[in-house]
């Protein structure tokens, strides 16, 4: 999720920060081994992520916090590095301590936002978040969190200003805003504007997120980068809960470590930036109003997903298909209630030549777009285009 301004300072600067990440934090007596207060990331002379909150010179809070990170454990049982990760955040919220921690998580190249609760008796994690893009999670400048009292946000020292999804702006102390109203299941915008640092001299006015809503479930990461603002258009309307599902386009590609599925992670399929949807046309079943369908496409971690949203124009339910990689053919399983069906979609020309199994009805056929029946059992599909011929498979599997 870093910005393409930040991409650049880091491919030149890479080296040098790498070197400069695994110096000693500027906290007094913090032992060696403990993690650092602050993050030794820097933007020219800027640093972006200072220690922050009453607790970050407490000695004894950092230990403590330090001891619960080393214990926790990603969902493949990795460990964090400690020397190359940061307290971002430790003070009192809503009366009782909050730690925020930037963890790198080396075996699966991995960072993640660890937010820790306790006090005297001990800190553990409560709340674990993936960031899934391949960059560093302290490239980001506005980060989530999430308390009893609501959606906070933590920002770097590049954000001069954050404006909520209620078009205000959202004061903030030692960099954690007040609380945000969040719906669960809905997408909702978060502004920031950056001030003019070295790798941004003239600062910016509007760095889009969207926020994928408070019920999102960990590790999912809930803040998408919005750059155009097609992610708000694409995910108008629709339920964020039921796209984050493991049916649903973001949450139905699993995660595969090694050879093994890993469904406690973050799924393969879960966006990052780069939401966006265009009408593919209208069907009519049984008669009824036309419905529209939808692709939506988006990137993520492991590339370029897409999937189908099929809307009825009389107001009914929404329905969507899981998510398919980026493909010549593309097919998607819609499970519309009392008639589910494929899509298939692919770029038309002269050259592509689509195929379908015996007695397949066509309810749709149009260059680069048909609809049929799902099959009752697996049927295959293909797509002739210049010299090579893409199958696909779709129905109820056995």
């Not at 998580?105 to 005297?120: E, F, K, M, R, T």
Request: glycine fraction near 10%; charged fraction near 25%; proline fraction near 9%.
């Amino acid at each position: 999720m870093a910005s393409a301004r930040w991409r650049g300072v880091a491919a030149t600067g890479l080296s040098s920060l790498l070197v400069a990440v695994t110096a000693c934090g500027p906290v007094a007596e913090r032992r060696p081994q403990d993690l650092r207060v602050g993050y030794d990331s820097m933007d020219g002379s800027l640093t972006v992520w200072p220690p922050r909150g009453s607790l970050a010179g407490d000695a004894a809070t950092t230990a403590a916090v330090t001891e619960a990170v080393r214990e926790w454990r990603s969902p493949v049982d990795d460990r964090v590095h400690v020397p190359s990760s940061g307290i971002l955040f430790s003070g009192e919220v809503e009366g009782v301590p909050l730690v925020l921690v930037a963890a790198s998580v080396p075996g699966q190249a991995a960072s993640w936002l660890l937010q820790l609760h306790g006090g005297d008796g001990g800190y553990e994690v409560s709340q674990a978040t993936e960031y899934t893009d391949p960059g560093y999670l302290v490239y980001s400048d506005v980060l989530p969190v999430q308390t009893a009292e609501g959606r906070r946000y933590l920002t770097s020292e590049r954000v001069r200003r954050l404006v909520g999804p209620d078009g205000r702006p959202v004061p903030a102390t030692d960099g954690l805003t007040d609380p945000v109203e969040v719906p669960q299941c809905e997408a909702v915008p978060v502004t920031a504007t950056l001030r003019s640092t070295e790798s941004l001299p003239r600062g910016r006015a509007t760095d889009r997120l969207l926020d994928l809503g408070t019920g999102t479930a960990n590790p999912r990461y809930p803040l998408v980068r919005d750059d155009s603002g097609s992610g708000r258009r694409a995910l108008a309307e629709l339920d964020t809960c039921a796209l984050a599902g493991e049916d649903g386009p973001f949450g139905s590609v699993t995660r595969r470590v090694g050879d093994r599925d890993t469904p406690d992670s973050v799924p393969a399929s879960w966006p990052k930036a780069k939401v966006a949807v265009r009408t593919l046309g209208e069907l009519a079943l049984g008669g009824g109003e036309p419905a529209e369908l939808e692709q939506l496409t988006w990137e993520t971690a492991d590339g370029t997903m897409t999937a189908l949203v099929y809307r009825p124009a009389d107001g009914g339910q929404t329905v969507l298909s899981p998510a398919d990689r980026t493909n010549p053919l593309q097919v998607y399983e819609l499970p519309v209630p009392g008639q589910p069906l494929v899509v298939l979609s692919w770029r038309a020309t002269k050259d592509t030549t689509l195929s379908v199994p015996p007695d397949t009805t066509r309810l749709l056929d149009r260059p680069g777009l048909v609809v049929a029946p799902l099959p009752e059992r697996s049927e295959t599909f293909s797509l002739a285009a210049d010299d090579k011929t893409h199958y696909r498979s779709a129905g109820h599997r056995r």
